[in-house]
């Protein structure tokens, strides 16, 4: 392009001023107009550097306008929003782990629009403690003497290290120096807590003699964690809790265990293969447990600390224990997932993460049928929409073995028929992108969306995304 070309086009970019006033008639939200002018600026900008690249069409006033518009719409969009999973993952990590059941809202909002009890006695009239609120029913629902809840599970395995070993020696089977992902290790979260780890045993066998062998005057606890996202099979053998209960008891010491996800309820009850349940932990000799508030116990991020009453009272005293405190709408929302508890059978019912692991295969295959009706109808042409047998997981690096046998809908070229340009890739990044954004799993030239993970209250949702998704690929294939 000509210099002088150029020029001419970077003089004829709108005034900003101009682009404000029109882009705020334009704008159907209400945005401060800082905001809006910011958007502007940037679609100006945006304008200039393709002028001087000599690249891009138009720069007329209408169409950096409608750049603006785009840009403003970005901005105003919350970036922490919902999705549908359609991944069959339960205990999505990446997707927020686990959806609260809607029963939770209203105490939620009632404490979180407004003052609330949350450290102050209302008999005696004086400060409380915000523990106070699901001390006693983890107590009653685990069998432990003491409880007392942290900000994650991390939180508390750190903060229990920290209280009972700093400086002295944590006796933990090479069997289980686990990393959890998101950079929780455990060598180096014992570290940090300034405890010493005493490694026993090989990776796949650690005997109680390693332990006792270990043991010496700087020993100030023997530790369990939970393998949680692998599994070592073949020629193997752990230490049950109930011995190394025995010997710690033996020898003055106590026994820790980092439970990972925990759980409250027994799976093998629902066809799955057993997770150790946190009662199970305490009744075996454990003096102090520790488990995740959002992974199969299905509430919100937290980390549960059950055990002995003097173990615990010191962690509570912790200094770091201010650091980790959990927070009054994690405390609203654990509160009432512990109350459904009291019932097994309503928490299974009720709780989302529950219901999603043990709904049978028969009626997700139902589930997977109504769906794929729905598509059926509103897909183009050349598309094949079929049910078909899925893989579901428990995810959040529980049961990491367990395959739960579940339905989805995929959605593929018909081979007779193909849609021309139809690509699965481009269906999943086209989904990934809307409102609600949809997250499926590719397969070769398929899209499955797993039905486990979804609510049926999701179903016309998903079904309109993709089908709109389907006609703008065929669309573009057209032109
Ligand atoms: C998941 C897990 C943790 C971390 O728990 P968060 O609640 O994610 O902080 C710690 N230990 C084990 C064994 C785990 O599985």
């Known amino acids: 392009m000509e210099k002088q070309e150029k020029q001419q086009k970077l003089s004829a970019l709108p005034k900003v001023d101009l682009l404000v006033?029109?882009?705020?008639?334009?704008?159907?939200?209400?945005?401060?107009?800082?905001?809006?002018?910011?958007?502007?600026?940037?679609?100006v900008d945006h304008a200039r550097s393709q002028v001087l690249a000599g690249t891009g069409g138009a720069a007329d006033f209408e169409t950096v306008a409608q750049v603006a518009l785009h840009y403003l719409e970005r901005k105003e969009r919350p970036s922490l929003t919902p999705v549908i999973n359609a991944t069959g993952v339960i205990v999505h990590t990446n997707l927020g782990r686990s959806p609260l059941p809607e029963r939770v809202m209203p105490a939620l909002e009632a404490v979180a629009c407004g003052y609330s009890n949350l450290e102050y006695n209302l008999e005696a009239g004086r400060r409380g403690s915000r523990y106070s609120h699901v001390e006693a029913i983890l107590c009653e629902l685990t069998g432990a003497e003491a409880a007392l809840v942290v900000n994650n599970n991390a939180a508390a395995v750190l903060i229990c290290l920290e209280t009972l070993a700093r400086g002295r020696e944590v006796v933990v089977s090479r069997g289980e120096l686990v990393e959890i992902g998101g950079s929780f290790r455990i060598p180096d979260v014992m570290a940090r807590s300034g405890a010493i780890l005493r490694e026993v045993g090989a990776t796949n066998r650690t005997?109680?003699?390693?332990?006792?062998?270990?043991?010496?005057?700087?020993?100030?606890?023997?530790?369990?964690?939970?393998?949680?996202?692998?599994?070592?099979?073949?020629?193997?053998?752990?230490?049950?809790?109930?011995?190394?209960?025995?010997?710690?008891?033996?020898?003055?010491?106590?026994?820790?265990?980092?439970?990972?996800?925990?759980?409250?309820?027994?799976?093998?009850?629902?066809?799955?293969?057993?997770?150790?349940?946190?009662?199970?932990?305490?009744?075996?000799?454990?003096?102090?447990?520790?488990?995740?508030?959002?992974?199969?116990?299905?509430?919100?991020q937290a980390g549960m600390i059950v055990g002995k009453r003097e173990m615990v009272d010191r962690i509570k005293t912790n200094p770091l224990n201010r650091?980790?405190?959990?927070?009054?709408?994690?405390?609203?929302?654990?509160?009432?997932?512990?109350?459904?508890?009291?019932?097994?059978?309503?928490?299974?019912?009720?709780?989302?993460?529950?219901?999603?692991?043990?709904?049978?295969?028969?009626?997700?295959?139902?589930?997977?049928?109504?769906?794929?009706?729905?598509?059926?109808?509103?897909?183009p042409p050349g598309i094949d929409v079929s049910v078909c047998g899925t893989v579901a997981r428990a995810g959040g690096g529980a049961l990491p073995l367990l395959e739960i046998e579940s339905a989805g809908v995929a959605v593929g070229p018909d081979a007779g028929n193909p849609a021309p340009g139809f690509s699965a890739a481009r269906l999943e990044?086209?989904?990934?992108?809307?409102?609600?954004?949809?997250?499926?799993?590719?397969?070769?030239?398929?899209?499955?969306?797993d039905v486990r993970t979804m609510r049926d209250s999701e179903f016309a949702v998903a079904a309109g995304a993709v089908a709109s998704a389907l006609a703008k690929i065929s669309g573009q294939e057209r032109t």
């Open 21 to 43: 006033e029109h882009v705020e008639r334009l704008w159907s939200g209400s945005s401060p107009r800082n905001v809006i002018a910011d958007a502007c600026r940037m679609a």
């Open 207 to 300: 005997h109680l003699r390693d332990y006792e062998k270990a043991i010496n005057e700087n020993t100030a606890l023997l530790m369990k964690v939970h393998q949680s996202n692998f599994s070592v099979v073949g020629f193997t053998s752990s230490v049950p809790m109930s011995e190394l209960s025995s010997l710690a008891a033996s020898r003055g010491l106590h026994v820790f265990e980092d439970l990972g996800s925990g759980t409250l309820v027994d799976f093998s009850r629902y066809g799955l293969s057993h997770e150790p349940t946190v009662q199970e932990s305490l009744a075996a000799g454990a003096d102090l447990v520790s488990f995740s508030g959002d992974k199969l116990l299905g509430g919100p």
């Open 323 to 379: 650091a980790v405190r959990i927070d009054k709408l994690t405390l609203v929302a654990l509160e009432q997932i512990l109350r459904l508890y009291r019932d097994p059978k309503s928490a299974v019912g009720e709780i989302p993460v529950l219901s999603m692991m043990t709904s049978p295969f028969e009626a997700e295959k139902r589930r997977a049928r109504r769906l794929a009706a729905r598509l059926r109808k509103l897909s």
């Open 429 to 449: 990044e086209m989904l990934r992108g809307g409102d609600p954004p949809l997250i499926a799993r590719l397969e070769r030239d398929r899209l499955i969306l």
